[in-house]
T-cell receptor, first 112, second 112 residues
Framework: DTEVTQTPKHLVMGMTNKKSLKCEQHMGHRAMYWYKQKAKKPPELMFVYSYEKLSINESVPSRFSPECPNSSLLNLHLHALQPEDSALYLC???????????FGPGTRLLVL | QKEVEQDPGPLSVPEGAIVSLNCTYSNSAFQYFMWYRQYSRKGPELLMYTYSSGNKEDGRFTAQVDKSSKYISLFIRDSQPSDSATYLCAIPSGAGSYQLTFGKGTKLSVIP
């Protein structure tokens, strides 16, 4: 099983709202990732958790707040987003560094 | 020079054609190479990965790596309309790194 699940599939939020994106994997992977993807562009890395600790933060604005409650779950908390934050948000996981990353289906976010 | 270069296309072929998708890379330390397929508004799906130079075949798909030329290819035989998608090459940045360097992606359309 190489499945990464994400909820919700779609999300519309206003600039003052607080919402969370959720990601789950049961492959025993120790690394989990958040990516942002704009139309016709490749995914851009936002955060990496390794063994449940934040190991990479690619200078992401603080209105995005990641959380890794356990080795299978990854959350992305959203607050006071801007319309330019509208994008496809992808979660991925891998066994470790330099390993194949498996992506979830993504959450399509629209900020009004 | 960007680390990974990929012609964004678009590429349009008739059904049944052989498709060749290509990436070049600049860092000779890259050891591991992946191809993802991404349908519109979906997450990237791992197609193939390879460590070494030479060919790796999986059904209608063949991944080819030429480390001396720093050139990777994905061939699709007997292309089908269901192969219409964006194809992304991705290369881990190196030992101890969780980061993938993506190509821009090539959009492929297979016309019935």
């Amino acid at each position: 099983d190489t499945e990464v699940t994400q909820t919700p599939k779609h999300l519309v939020m206003g600039m003052t709202n607080k919402k969370s994106l959720k990601c789950e994997q049961h492959m025993g992977h120790r690394a989990m990732y958040w990516y942002k993807q704009k139309a016709k562009k490749p995914p851009e890395l936002m955060f990496v958790y390794s063994y449940e600790k934040l190991s990479i933060n690619e200078s992401v604005p603080s209105r995005f707040s990641p959380e890794c409650p356990n080795s299978s779950l990854l959350n992305l908390h959203l607050h006071a987003l801007q319309p330019e934050d509208s994008a496809l948000y992808l979660c991925a996981s891998s066994r470790g560094d330099q390993e194949t990353q498996y992506f979830g289906p993504g959450t399509r976010l629209l900020v009004l | 020079q960007k680390e990974v270069e990929q012609d964004p296309g678009p590429l349009s072929v008739p059904e049944g054609a052989i498709v060749s998708l290509n990436c070049t890379y600049s860092n000779s330390a890259f050891q591991y190479f992946m191809w993802y397929r991404q349908y519109s508004r979906k997450g990237p799906e791992l197609l193939m990965y390879t460590y070494s130079s030479g060919n790796k075949e999986d059904g209608r798909f063949t991944a080819q790596v030429d480390k001396s030329s720093k050139y990777i290819s994905l061939f699709i035989r007997d292309s089908q309309p269901s192969d219409s998608a964006t194809y992304l090459c991705a290369i881990p940045s190196g030992a101890g790194s969780y980061q993938l360097t993506f190509g821009k992606g090539t959009k492929l359309s297979v016309i019935p």
